[in-house]
């Protein structure tokens, strides 16, 4: 059985999760505490990072994106890059901007600082790169809105891995409850379709023992 | 004519650049101070980062992960990724390592600090993230060894992207010589080997005005 070494509020294993799910492909989640550093999980990466994929042969994959090349050239059911190089190109820049940029200016100073910092015990909250998470999150939705008011989905006609990277890291966002929808409305528009996709519902479903989501975090409606 | 906008001491537009000549690309090279944020360049690329590549028809392509993967489906005779979807796993891997790790670790806190960080007018480099930086870099030149020890070239019995993802990041590392070459071997016979490929031969002719390189830069016997 194929496994997913992950942790819940991590994007990028939200991302894996998604794309599996939406390829169908069966496996099983584990939750690896990354700073325990624990050689077995070292030796796979030693890079100490989440997600691993672990192939049902037991070849393990390594970091985000590799993984979902990897899923996107075995599984062929279900495309979700696109077939033409041009338009697989805007898939893969626009992954980049959520897994970089966003990551970078959004995520990592709102669910990282407040979140995964404490659970990995590397010190208290920064309140200035909380500030900066606040501010920079509006030029995000308002690049989403950007996008949707001139294409179907983020990438173009079709729903991709640009989707899924984006909602991704809007989702664990979304946990910390630090999403300002009421003044991104269509950001929310498209987020709320992603919500609904069965792929999605899993990640609804997640709950952090003494840090339960907003109640709006699995409202379809919300 | 394909174009491509770099940055000379940008270890992404580097790797780039190699890939294009690998791949017998003809290009022609654009600085692009980015910094400067040009309209006509924004609407291109609103991240406002090099590298992009506008090939001959005219699209632009964003981000130097991005480039390299539309390259290696568009022009395929000569293969840098690999065949087998697991091989290139190993490859995408690597390059993940160095692109993202070694960047936030090595990259970013010495030529980062030290040069582009006075380039585009963004303040005195940190003195703590110089030393970080140089503290680092040895654990990466180790890495380089232990894979070398076990195979031909990073990712295994052939040359890749990997190779050429890392000897991007040492050749500009190599320029504001902050590379302890004399106590890591096994990494210097491996750059070595990569200096003296035709390919690479252009980015050891670049020279910053005011920024000489040292004198074993451009040094094939170093």
Known sequence: MR???????CP??????VVLKEKNLEFELRQERVWDRRPEYLQMNP??????LVESDGSPIVDSGVICEYLEEVYRDRLLLG?????????????????????????????????????????TPSSAAIRA?????HYHLD??????????????????LADIAAAAHLSVLDYVGDV???SHELAKDWY??????????????DHIPGNPPPEHYTDLDF
Chains 1, 2 share one sequence.
């Open 180 to 182: 300002p929808w009421g």
């Open 83 to 123: 077939i033409d190089p041009i338009d697989r190109a805007e898939v893969r820049r626009l992954i980049a901007w959520f897994d970089l940029k966003m990551n970078r200016e959004v995520t990592q100073n709102l669910v990282g600082e407040k979140m995964l910092k404490r659970q990995m015990g590397y010190g």
């Open 47 to 52: 890079a100490a990072e989440v997600p691993v």
């Open 143 to 160: 690049y989403i809105a950007f996008l949707v008011e001139r294409r179907r989905w983020l990438a173009g006609d079709h729903f991709s």
């Open 3 to 9: 496994i997913l070494y992950h942790i819940p509020l």
């Open 12 to 17: 990028f294993s939200r991302k894996v999760r």
């Open 133 to 137: 998470g606040h501010a920079n999150i």
């Open 192 to 205: 709320a379709r992603i919500k609904s996709r069965p792929s999605f519902r899993p990640l609804l479903a």
